[in-house]
T-cell receptor, first 113, second 114 residues
Framework: DGGITQSPKYLFRKEGQNVTLSCEQNLNHDAMYWYRQDPGQGLRLIYY???????QKGDIAEGYSVSREKKESFPLTVTSAQKNPTAFYLC????????????FGSGTRLTVV | GEDVEQSLFLSVREGDSSVINCTYTDSSSTYLYWYKQEPGAGLQLLTYIFSNMDMKQDQRLTVLLNKKDKHLSLRIADTQTGDSAIYFCAEIPTSGAGSYQLTFGKGTKLSVIP
């Protein structure tokens, strides 16, 4: 079955550590997105990529980095520069051929300990 | 700025209809969406409507679009306990059209009382 897989489901980070969240899709979608979700704040765009080897900053890119070396993969690194990383992170991909609807992964909950 | 506005909470009794409302900002938005999020999960696309439509019905779901007032609503008929979730309204504003960036509302938490 086609879909987006995010891993791990839960992640704990110590102060000063970088951590990487995985996002893999087998839908053959060109565009991929990372969103951060905080309670009562909806979804905010961190980074997006429309094609391999290209990505753009979203509204809250500071303290995060991404890469897009393969069409299927769009990992997100939360760096030590991100001062408040505890949140729910959602990855999505886009099928432009069908109503532009996003397909979302099941999310990664990151907690700073 | 670009904001999609929704009320944060809605509570209904099982079997009643639920109506979730949304006000969007960009009158040029081509597509408008409703997503559902269950606890601890990702977002699931429920339905969408093209801007040249006034209404779309899909089983228990009815979407109404008032372009003049930039108002979108989602009606769920015969609401069940399994409908309890957070519902997000979303648009692709003109400024984000090239990158197909969705702008989301903050979500409406629907609680269904048995």
């Amino acid at each position: 079955d086609g879909g987006i897989t995010q891993s791990p489901k839960y992640l704990f980070r110590k102060e000063g550590q970088n951590v990487t969240l995985s996002c893999e899709q087998n839908l053959n979608h060109d565009a991929m997105y990372w969103y951060r979700q905080d309670p009562g704040q909806g979804l905010r765009l961190i980074y997006y990529s429309q094609i391999v080897n290209d990505f753009q900053k979203g509204d809250i890119a500071e303290g995060y980095s991404v890469s897009r070396e393969k069409k299927e993969s769009f990992p997100l690194t939360v760096t030590s520069a991100q001062k408040n990383p505890t949140a729910f992170y959602l990855c999505a991909s886009l099928d432009r051929a069908y109503n532009y609807g996003y397909t979302f992964g099941s999310g990664t909950r990151l907690t700073v300990v | 700025g670009e904001d999609v506005e929704q009320s944060l909470f809605l509570s209904v009794r099982e079997g009643d209809s639920s109506v979730i409302n949304c006000t969007y900002t960009d009158s040029s938005s081509t597509y408008l969406y409703w997503y559902k999020q269950e606890p601890g999960a990702g977002l699931q696309l429920l339905t969408y409507i093209f801007s040249n439509m006034d209404m779309k019905q899909d089983q228990r779901l009815t979407v109404l679009l008032n372009k003049k007032d930039k108002h979108l609503s989602l009606r769920i008929a015969d609401t069940q306990t399994g409908d309890s979730a957070i519902y997000f309204c979303a648009e692709i504003p003109t400024s984000g059209a090239g990158s197909y960036q969705l702008t989301f509302g903050k979500g409406t938490k629907l609680s269904v009382i048995p």
